[in-house]
T-cell receptor, first 114, second 113 residues
């Protein structure tokens, strides 16, 4: 079953604006990761935030994690046309020693209008 | 480094045919995974392996088998393909443990008619 649920499912903004995507999950996690997928391609890792962290930055990306609400958000600042892609959150659980893979949400499809 | 590679990139099968998808990684990663992605969906885990000679079931293992005879290779087999197995299949590998990012291959688009 899907662990994460992204919101919104689709988002269209103008180039230069900020894009915010949210993710909610159901069970306790070890960490939460965000991935980007360009059309017809594999997934590319963007950022990982551990369960004991609240915020993390990487370039134009800012991720927050609220374990009490079981939610995370991804903010992309100063968006560019090249940011057009689908964005997925994925959670890693504590069980299985961390070996049993990631559980993905259905993704947010982001379109940056030039 | 090539990273994670998958062969083939595309394949069309008739119902009942069999095939093997190959995943190879050159990063000396311990853990490897097979996922499937259906339209409008995230990825769902089929099988995974935490080391050479070991495999385990994921969320949607039915109709698939896997083998990890060499550390760098992870094979996904479909013994008798069904239309419900039409999907895009992704392989991923990880250094070891959930605290690391997963590296994904480019995917194999499989159509079963």
């Amino acid at each position: 079953s899907q662990q994460g649920e992204e919101d919104p499912q689709a988002l269209s903004i103008q180039e230069g604006e900020n894009a915010t995507m949210n993710c909610s999950y159901k069970t306790s996690i070890n960490n939460l990761q965000w991935y980007r997928q360009n059309s017809g391609r594999g997934l590319v890792h963007l950022i990982l935030i551990r369960s004991n962290e609240r915020e993390k930055h990487s370039g134009r990306l800012r991720v927050t994690l609220d374990t009490s609400k079981k939610s995370s958000s991804l903010l992309i600042t100063a968006s560019r046309a090249a940011d057009t892609a689908s964005y997925f959150c994925a959670t890693a659980s504590y069980s299985g020693g961390g070996a049993d893979g990631l559980t993905f949400g259905k993704g947010t499809h982001l379109i940056i209008q030039p | 480094n090539a990273g994670v590679t998958q062969t083939p990139k595309f394949r069309v099968l008739k119902t009942g045919q069999s095939m093997t998808l190959l995943c190879a990684q050159d990063m000396n990663h311990e853990y490897m995974y097979w996922y499937r992605q259906d339209p409008g969906m995230g990825l769902r885990l089929i099988h995974y392996s935490v080391g050479e000679g070991t495999t385990a079931k994921g969320e949607v293992p039915d109709g698939y088998n896997v083998s990890r005879l060499k550390k760098q290779n992870f094979l996904l087999g479909l013994e008798s393909a069904a239309p419900s197995q039409t999907s895009v299949y992704f392989c991923a590998s990880i250094k070891g443990g959930s605290q690391y990012e997963q590296y994904f291959g480019p995917g194999t688009r499989l159509t079963v008619t």
